[in-house]
């Protein structure tokens, strides 16, 4: 199941999320607006959930979340955007994945 997460994610929430892959969660991370859409098989999912709420493409970014480890990694396929100087699955730019990364733990990490 697919959730958009405005707030810090209630542990229903989470326990859906992690449904489909059991132990991380699929994101999709919109850095202009701080929320992030997770759950569901594919980043692309998730982007689609986002889009449809009216965040604009340029600031999705996709990325994973281990709650076991409290980690995030950046690589997807919705990331190669070589129009805004990322050609590859890794988000390169230090200043998106720090957002990132901020927006996620801050939304998905234990409190």
């Known amino acids: 199941m697919i959730h958009i997460i405005h ?11 992690l449904e489909m892959l059991q132990t991380y969660v699929k994101l999709a991370v919109d850095i202009e607006r701080g929320i992030l ?4 098989a594919m980043h692309a999912d998730c982007e689609a959930v986002l889009l449809d709420d009216g965040s ?5 970014w996709g990325a994973d979340w281990d709650p ?7 690589e997807s ?4 955007r070589p129009r ?5 699955m890794q988000i390169l730019d230090q200043q ?7 927006i996620t ?3 998905l990490g234990d409190k």
């Open 105 to 107: 733990v801050r939304l």
């Open 7 to 17: 707030d810090h994610a209630t542990p229903k929430q989470m326990k859906e999320m």
């Open 96 to 102: 998106i994945q720090n957002k990132v990364a901020e």
């Open 77 to 80: 396929l919705i990331n190669i």
């Open 68 to 74: 076991a480890a409290q980690q995030v990694t950046f």
């Open 37 to 40: 859409a997770g759950g569901g």
């Open 56 to 60: 604009q493409q340029e600031f999705v």
């Open 84 to 88: 805004q100087n990322n050609p590859s």
